[in-house]
């Protein structure tokens, strides 16, 4: 299975920074790595596919990157309603497999 | 608009089954997979397998393989979810999601709301 290593596990943050959540994967997965938010006791919504191509109705200050097997997902300027629980996950092999997730908490 | 309605909550003693569905409205179902996702009590997101529509073909994680089955009724655009030999460990959120591609990618578009399956003794 691939394995998906996301950092940090959680993260402090005031509104208004700049947030970088980072996931790692142990092989090579192409362009297939999404990313998701999720708030306590609601579904996960998705924010970014194919790595950079945002969902419509996600602000833009949300944006993705990769290199290599390193894909990053940015906050610029975070906003109260960003604190939430951030999910990656691929797409390019079975079963298609999350990272544990990044905690987003208001320092 | 695309809305996923799952079934309510389930509990169950361990051995037992349960089957959980995910009823569709505002797109074509056949048109998309159907993928299940699973999430114990604050644990992170698994992945269990889809259903595609059209043809009733499914892939299951290998986890899950023997023990889960995915199924649909076009007729009424709903999918289902069936997890038979329950144990404490299966006690979780599980989740429908919509499975979207297009030229830049794949992913889980539309989410269900989720069932909430308990077993307990």
């Known amino acids: 299975d691939i394995q998906l290593t996301q950092s940090p596990s959680f993260l402090s943050a005031s509104v208004g920074d700049r947030v970088t959540i980072t996931c790692r994967a142990s092989q090579a997965i192409g362009r297939y790595l999404a990313w998701y938010q999720q708030k306590p006791g609601k579904a996960p919504k998705l924010l970014i596919y194919g790595v950079s191509t945002l969902q419509s109705g996600v602000p833009s200050r949300f944006s993705g990157s990769e290199s290599g097997t390193e894909f990053t997902l940015t906050i610029t300027t975070l906003q109260p309603e960003d604190f939430a629980t951030y999910y990656c996950q691929q797409l390019s092999d079975y079963p298609r497999t999350f990272g544990q997730g990044t905690k987003v908490e208001i320092k | 608009q695309v809305q996923l309605v799952q079934s309510g909550a389930e509990v169950k003693k361990p051995g037992a089954s349960v089957k959980v569905s995910c009823k569709t409205s505002g797109y074509t179902f056949a048109g998309y997979w159907m993928h299940w996702v699973r999430q114990a009590p604050g644990q992170g997101l698994e992945w269990m397998g889809w259903?595609?529509?059209?043809?009733?073909?499914?892939k299951y994680a290998q986890k899950f393989q023997g023990r889960v089955t995915m199924t649909r009724d076009t007729s009424i655009n709903t999918a289902y979810m069936e997890l038979n030999s329950l144990t404490s460990d299966d006690t979780a959120m599980y989740y429908c999601?919509?499975?979207?591609?297009?030229?830049?990618?794949?992913?889980?578009?539309?989410w269900g709301q989720g069932t909430l399956v308990t077993v307990s003794s």
């Open positions: 999601a919509r499975g979207f591609l297009d030229s830049s990618g794949r992913s889980l578009d539309y």
């Open positions: 259903i595609i529509p059209n043809s009733g073909e499914t």
